[in-house]
């Protein structure tokens, strides 16, 4: 059985939650090599992702990704509003009117959102962004798919994934966005948005555990 609406509701409720609890270290991280906004961006945005899942709640988990990415573009501001905007939307994009995302479907949303961004920022792996959480996410997300992985396990594989390659970010000298403004000096900070991109991620497994009971024998 996939993922329903029900999680992804799930999941931008705990990813506002991780936004409001995760704010002021994001605003940390985008102190030396940005302007320090990228935590009050990110709570402001999906605080906004809230109050618009509370208006018209979605029927399929693609409307409320839509719901997300239109708050986010909206709100976020800075670089991040329409880099998450266009990965939300994209992914919103690929499940169409599903009622029901199984692993294949997730990792697809998931490359649909990693393209979105690189499409929008141009940003390749390494250069010190959001990509490099995003992209090792798809891979190991394929990668736990295709060796036969539940959502849960998906999402899992994505999210740690995510977290090592926001970790990875850290020695990276930045060639996008403003980051890129501090030359070598960014080298030694973890990028705010691939911190970001982990945190939300993370959320998205959390909730598919929250939804599937468990991801052991009792999950049916
Ligand atoms: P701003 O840089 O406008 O202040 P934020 O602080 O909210 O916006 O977001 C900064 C984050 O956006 C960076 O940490 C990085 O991950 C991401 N970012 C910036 N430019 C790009 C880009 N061209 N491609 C991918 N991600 C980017
Ligand atoms: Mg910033």
Not at 45 to 56: C, I, M, P, R
Not at 81 to 88: C, D
Not at 161 to 178: M, N, Q, Y
Not at 179 to 186: F, N, P, Q, T
Request: aromatic content about 4%; overall charge negative; charged content about 25%.
């Amino acid at each position: 059985m996939g993922l329903d609406v029900g999680w992804a509701v799930d999941w931008l409720k705990l990813s506002a939650k991780a936004m409001a609890e995760h704010r002021v270290e994001l605003i940390e991280l985008d102190r030396p090599i940005g302007d320090s906004d990228h935590g009050e961006n990110m709570d402001r945005g999906f605080q906004a992702v809230l109050q618009k899942l509370d208006e018209s709640p979605p029927e399929t988990p693609g409307a409320a990704l839509k719901a997300a990415a239109m708050a986010l573009m909206s709100k976020v501001g800075g670089a991040a509003g329409p880099l998450y905007g266009t990965a939300y939307l994209r992914a919103a994009t690929s499940w169409g009117a599903a009622t029901d995302v199984d692993a294949e479907a997730l990792v697809a949303a998931l490359e649909a959102a990693r393209d979105g961004v690189v499409a929008r920022g141009k940003a390749e792996l390494g250069d010190k962004t959001m990509v490099d959480a995003w992209t090792p996410a798809v891979e190991a997300a394929r990668k736990a798919a295709e060796s036969g992985a539940d959502p849960v396990g998906v999402l899992e594989a994505a999210a740690e994934a995510a977290e090592t390659g926001a970790a990875a970010t850290d020695p990276l000298v930045a060639r996008k966005g403003r980051a890129s403004y501090v030359g070598e000096r960014s080298a030694g900070h973890r990028d705010p948005g691939a911190a970001s991109t982990a945190l939300l991620l993370r959320a998205a497994a959390a909730a598919a555990v929250g939804s599937t009971g468990d991801q052991g024998a009792d999950a049916v």
